[in-house]
């Protein structure tokens, strides 16, 4: 439950700071979204300058880049996923730690891109695992990196702790692993993960 | 730099039974290239890259180039005896008849080789190797020995075209992954059949988009009742995907 704005704001000027468990708990966790230190092509040239200091992503709690996908709470898919890479994107996702969130930055990321028909292209890292944020762009400036950062935190603050929508990890129900996939020998099998991405009808 | 049919005969004089060939560009460019034997590969690069005045010491480029079965027409005049019926009377006629034959050319792998010297600042040389067929005969020797930056693009070659060098010191796929079984360059591959979903599909993609389209329904029909576990699963992993 939400503290009502107008009481909030009333009580702050008494010096009374007054918020709920929720709010503050999601405010921690979207302060400091320490993202995975891995780019996949040239979108990863962006991610970093996103990160220097004319576009400074540490003014959103994003700048720690970690080697490691145990201390990483976001993925950054920043660029073409290969099928050779895919089973390797999918084991590092599994290895981070809850909460943990994924933007899929850049057309390869979200479906192929300009390289879709390539023999040896993932057609979107969505088939296999959830995506939070996407970002069309080829490759997206750091704003737009910026701003799937800003929507990602929007996203993270609307998060309750109980109740349908909660975060996975507060889930005791929900699997925390993805089914990595295997090379088979003409394509990944599965080609996709039905659990997380169905196609999508289209109208022809 | 020498011509290349100057380049041909400084190599068939100092390796006997090269068997080279030129194998002409008529574009503008006139890039024209040198086909050997792969029998004599391995002396033919020594060669040119040890020869004083050649000194090719830099491999640029190696690339893969597949030649598919080539059907040729061809008209021929021939000459043969008819027995045919003259004023009445059987006889034996001679007649020129233009038929038009069909032959199929087997295809082949190429392997090029773009050559440079930068101690005479020249080049590039077009080295050309042709396997005999494209199926169970696609060995061709490897020239890694004589210039080592080979040994990557021959592998990509063999991953992508499928041709086997022999003498190579690690043949290993480089792109695809060790278990792959197709050659992905190769003109008559065909992709995995992925095409569930194209928002956007055109031309040859269009094809296969509606070719998946109408599959995945005729096996949606015959399953029946199995079609409706997926949409379920979806439902339960869409919440999980929201949080």
Redesign the interface.
């Known amino acids: 439950m939400a503290v009502d704005e107008g009481l909030k704001t009333e009580l702050g000027k008494q010096g009374v700071f007054v918020t709920t468990l929720e709010e503050l708990y999601n405010w921690g966790r979207r302060s400091s979204l320490w993202p995975m230190q891995f780019g996949l092509a040239c979108c990863a040239i962006e991610m970093i300058a996103t990160t220097m200091a004319r576009y400074d992503l540490a003014r959103f709690g994003g700048e720690v880049f970690r080697p490691s996908p145990r201390q990483a709470d976001l993925m950054i898919v920043s660029g073409t996923v290969t099928?050779?890479m895919a089973p390797a994107v999918v084991r590092l996702y599994n290895q981070m730690a809850e909460p943990r969130y994924v933007i899929a930055m850049g057309a390869c990321a979200i479906s192929g891109g300009p390289f879709k028909?390539g023999?040896?292209v993932l057609?979107g890292i969505d088939r296999y695992i959830?995506v939070d944020v996407c970002i069309p762009g080829c490759p997206p400036r750091p704003e737009a990196l910026i701003h799937s950062f800003m929507t990602l935190q929007k996203k993270i603050d609307g998060?309750h702790l109980t109740g349908?929508?909660?975060?996975?990890h507060l889930?005791a129900g929900?699997?925390g692993e993805f089914p990595v996939p295997v090379?088979?020998?003409?394509?990944l099998e599965p080609?996709?993960n039905?659990?997380?991405w169905?196609?999508?009808k289209?109208r022809? | 730099m020498k011509t290349v049919e100057q380049i041909k005969a400084a190599i068939e004089a100092a390796v006997a039974g090269a068997g080279v060939e030129v194998v002409p560009n008529p574009s503008p460019s006139g890039q024209h290239s040198l086909r050997i034997e792969p029998g004599r590969a391995v002396e033919v690069a020594r060669f040119l890259r040890d020869d004083a005045e050649l000194a090719l010491d830099f491999l640029s480029n190696v690339t893969g180039v597949d030649w598919l079965d080539r059907e040729i027409e061809e008209t021929v005049t021939e000459t043969r005896t008819v027995t045919r019926m003259v004023d009445g009377v059987e006889q034996a006629v001679e007649e020129t008849v233009e038929e038009t034959r069909q032959r199929i050319e087997p295809g082949f792998l190429e392997a090029v080789y773009h050559l440079y010297s930068v101690a005479k600042k020249h080049g590039p040389v077009v080295l050309r190797m042709r396997t005999v067929n494209r199926t169970d005969q696609v060995e061709l020797p490897s020239l890694t020995p004589i210039w080592r930056s080979a040994e990557f693009q021959e592998r990509e070659v063999f991953d992508l075209y499928g041709i086997i060098f022999t003498g190579h010191p690690d043949l290993r796929r480089l792109l695809m992954w060790p278990g792959f079984k197709d050659h992905p360059m190769r003109r008559d591959y065909v992709e995995p059949d992925d095409f569930e979903y194209e928002p956007t599909a055109h031309d040859r993609v269009l094809e296969r988009a509606l070719a998946h389209q109408a599959a995945s329904e005729a096996a949606s029909t015959a399953a029946g009742e199995k079609a409706s576990e997926p949409a379920e699963a979806a439902e339960q992993q869409g919440t999980e995907a929201d949080a």
Do not use: I, L
């Not at chain 1, 349908?164 to 996975?168: E, L, S, V, W």
């Open positions: 099928k050779k028909q023999y040896n057609k959830p998060q349908k929508g909660r975060p996975r889930d929900a699997r090379y088979g020998e003409h394509d080609k996709s039905p659990g997380v169905n196609a999508p289209v022809r």
